[in-house]
């Protein structure tokens, strides 16, 4: 069974700094998607990437697709309180009949 | 607002009892999937719906059953509810088939489901 691992767990830092979190697979992805997801909501979908190699920005976000399609990166410059959430990686699996996802990574930006 | 309504919002019960959650997908979506997410196992794939046809099965304990309905509203049962139950449940919808792979799921906002 292919797991998506993600890392770190946790992550706490001030605002300003940069982060990077990360998501890996024992094998390759078809496509991948992030998410983030607030308390007390759904998760909302932030990107897809599908071709290795790829590179995807939305503001002060950047993914990163490896080039064997098996890890994806996420890093987030000069992080703000409002960049706070649970961001998971997810894969779409069996013909786009299933989204399994990643434990997740619990972000905190701190004032 | 993301489209997809989920009802109730919030629900306390007692173990042994039945309860049923309910989605309306985002207007135009014919899939429709079940998550359960609790603080231990993370967003577990509960089922698959699309245009009333069951199309995939995850982790799903033979004690709950879905089905959707030909106005594309699903229904989560959920029955002998057990303390371990206790979890947000997700609804999400997407466009039809592949598509799905780059528009991605839009989710509710969920149901708390409190077994005491």
């Known amino acids: 069974t292919q797991l998506l691992e993600q890392s770190p767990q946790f992550l706490s830092i001030q605002e300003g700094e940069n982060l990077t979190v990360y998501c890996n697979s024992s094998s390759v992805f078809s496509s991948l998607q992030w998410y983030r997801q607030e308390p007390g909501e759904g998760p909302v979908l932030l990107v897809t990437?599908?071709?290795?190699?790829e590179v995807k920005k939305l503001k002060r976000l950047t993914f990163q697709f490896g080039d064997a399609r098996k890890d994806s990166s996420l890093h987030i410059t000069a992080a703000q309180p409002g960049d706070t959430g649970l961001y998971l990686c997810a894969e779409i699996r069996m013909g786009a009949q299933k989204l399994v996802f990643g434990q997740g990574t619990r972000l905190t930006i701190n004032p | 607002d993301s489209g997809v309504t989920q009802t109730p919002k919030h629900l306390i019960t007692a173990t042994g009892q039945r309860v049923t959650l309910r989605c309306s997908p985002r207007?135009?979506?014919?899939?429709v999937y079940w998550y359960q997410q609790s603080l231990d196992q993370g967003l577990q794939f509960l089922i698959h719906?699309?245009?009333?046809?069951?199309?995939a099965k995850g982790n799903i304990l033979e004690r709950f059953s879905a089905q959707q309905f030909p106005d594309l509203h699903s229904e989560l049962n959920l029955s002998s509810l057990e303390l371990g139950d206790s979890a947000l449940y997700f609804c999400?919808?997407?466009?039809?088939?592949?598509?799905?792979?780059?528009?991605?799921?839009?989710f509710g906002s969920g149901t708390r489901l409190t077994v005491v």
């Open positions: 719906y699309y245009n009333g046809e069951e199309r």
């Open positions: 999400a919808s997407s466009v039809a088939g592949d598509r799905g792979r780059y528009y991605g799921y839009t």
């Open positions: 207007s135009g979506d014919l899939s």
């Open positions: 990437v599908v071709t290795g190699g």
